[in-house]
């Protein structure tokens, strides 16, 4: 697929919005609600081809798209910075197509960009952090942002409406208390363990 220029999305009263795919979207949405200044965390699909994909399609590798959240974030109370600092702090980016139990390139990870200066920010820190502890060994993929669907309402909010989800009590929760313990400074005044 051939690498487009990115599409700038427009800001929502005061809002800016920003694209990440870590795995699954049910532990993503999760980790960046849980950052001050964000306002909303939608799960859905972006950085592949096909126009509105179902989970079952993305899931069975047909669409080329990751699981994606949109971040609806106040860049008053947070940087881009922080949240793609946020990012890379949450997930292990050198692992390929995978990230804990879940394997398949629909849980890859990537951080879109919307801009030149969204860019410049993103490759930064990859460079800093590829020099400082993963040593040239960041997978993540940097893809101008395109489009980004919605997924199935039952996505969203997943794990706060099933706390008792096997999945959730097992993968998703441990993932965002461990984020919790890294960052404890971009949390909500709420979310602290």
């Not at 699909?45 to 971040?71: I, L, M």
């Amino acid at each position: 697929m051939a690498q487009l220029d990115p599409v700038q999305t427009k800001p929502i009263d005061g809002y800016q919005r920003a694209y990440f795919a870590s795995g699954c979207f049910w532990c993503v949405e999760a980790i960046f609600e849980s950052i001050k200044g964000v306002q909303e965390a939608v799960s859905g699909y972006s950085g592949g081809f096909k126009e509105n994909p179902t989970y079952k399609q993305v899931s069975y590798g047909k669409t080329q798209h990751a699981e994606a959240v949109e971040v609806f974030y106040n860049p008053e109370m947070v940087s881009f910075r922080n949240l793609v600092l946020a990012f890379f702090g949450s997930h292990d980016p050198t692992s390929l197509n995978r990230q804990g139990p879940d394997k398949g390139k629909q849980y890859r990870s990537i951080v879109f960009y919307q801009n030149e200066k969204e860019k410049k920010i993103i490759d930064s820190i990859i460079k800093e952090l590829d020099e400082t502890v993963y040593d040239g060994a960041i997978v993540t993929q940097v893809l101008p942002f395109q489009k980004f669907w919605e997924a199935e309402a039952y996505h969203q909010d997943y794990e706060r409406k099933n706390p008792n989800d096997p999945y959730i009590r097992g993968v998703s929760l441990p993932r965002l208390n461990r984020f919790k313990k890294q960052f404890p400074e971009l949390l909500k005044d709420n979310e602290h363990l």
